[in-house]
């Protein structure tokens, strides 16, 4: 497994775990982001990411992307 930070631009990921407190992963969870979702890299930059999930295009910052495991 490897952080979602670290997947190329254009990469379709499944989504393996989520870590984090509570509130973190219920944030996640309400962006779309739950255990097995298939994501696609949009765009990457400097640990800033945006995924395409279910459609939608959602930003995330370093310290989110570094909890998503895929």
Request: net charge positive; with cysteine; proline share 1%.
């Amino acid at each position: 497994m490897l952080p979602l930070a670290l997947a190329t631009v254009g990469e379709k990921c499944k989504i393996k775990k989520i870590s984090g407190n509570d509130k973190i992963r219920q944030h996640l969870q309400e962006l779309g982001l739950v255990v097995d979702a298939v994501v696609t890299v949009v765009s990457s930059d400097g640990g800033n990411t945006i995924v395409n999930v279910k459609g939608v295009r959602v930003a995330l910052g370093s310290d989110l992307t570094a909890r998503v495991m895929i």
